[in-house]
């Protein structure tokens, strides 16, 4: 099936650091979406995007859809330590009904 | 408050035994999807439903079964032909044609015993 590569897989940063992770895939998408889940939890839907070069802000996260539509990324600034989690790219392909295809996550983990 | 609720939080299961986990949406969405999570992975998706009395096969289908008589109601059963059911399942819905992002429960940790 369609994949979406997310990168990195996992990250450990220091409190205060920027971070930023991405995904990217061969095909095109009309949506991109960004979850974060907690350990025992459902994702929860942080950012939705719907154009080619939206760039969009919720807080201290930033995401932006690719100009190409095949690649989108999040950024997070200055990272506190609620911030850890696993997040999650999503995708609607174009050419498609109403699945979703999900990037395989990036842990965040901020170093003690 | 509108949402989704998935229950129960945890389940255990003897080998052999089906058992049904139990989906429910008040935010008056068309679509439903199930979706299975490994430690450290993704999500796959086992079946989705875009319309009551309509669902359709995901990735992962073999060894579960769905039903999707109410508009609100989704639920997911695991059968004794799944094989590796021990798992954490997820429910999510969305508006569908007109609105793709997903809404997910809090999910359901399905242990065999």
């Known amino acids: 099936g369609q994949q979406l590569n997310q990168s990195p897989q996992s990250m450990f940063i220091q409190e205060g650091e920027d971070v930023s992770m991405n995904c990217t895939s061969s095909?095109?998408?009309?949506?991109w979406l960004w979850y974060k889940q907690e350990p025992g939890e459902g994702p929860v839907l942080l950012i939705a995007?719907?154009?080619a070069g939206e760039l969009t802000s919720n807080g201290r996260l930033t995401a932006q859809f690719g100009i190409t539509r095949k690649d989108s990324f999040l950024n997070i600034s200055a990272s506190i330590p609620s911030d850890v989690g696993i997040y999650f790219c999503?995708?609607?392909?174009?050419?498609?009904?109403?699945?979703?295809?999900w990037g395989a996550g990036t842990k965040l983990i901020i170093k003690p | 408050d509108g949402g989704i609720t998935q229950s129960p939080k945890y389940l255990f299961r003897k080998e052999g035994q089906n058992v049904t986990l139990s989906c429910e949406q008040n935010?008056?969405?068309?679509?439903m999807y199930w979706y299975r999570q490994d430690p450290g992975q993704g999500l796959r998706l086992i079946y989705y439903?875009?319309?009551?009395?309509?669902?359709q096969k995901g990735d992962i289908a073999e060894g579960y079964s769905v039903s999707r008589e109410k508009k609100e109601s989704f639920p997911l059963t695991v059968t004794s032909a799944q094989k590796n059911p021990t798992a954490f399942y997820l429910c999510?819905?969305?508006?569908?044609?007109?609105?793709?992002?997903?809404?997910f429960g809090q999910g359901t940790r399905l242990t065999v015993v």
């Open positions: 999510a819905s969305s508006r569908g044609q007109v609105g793709f992002e997903a809404f």
């Open positions: 935010l008056n969405h068309d679509a």
């Open positions: 439903s875009q319309i009551v009395n309509d669902f």
């Open positions: 095909s095109i998408f009309n949506t």
């Open positions: 995007l719907y154009k």
């Open positions: 999503a995708g609607q392909l174009r050419d498609s009904n109403y699945q979703l295809i």
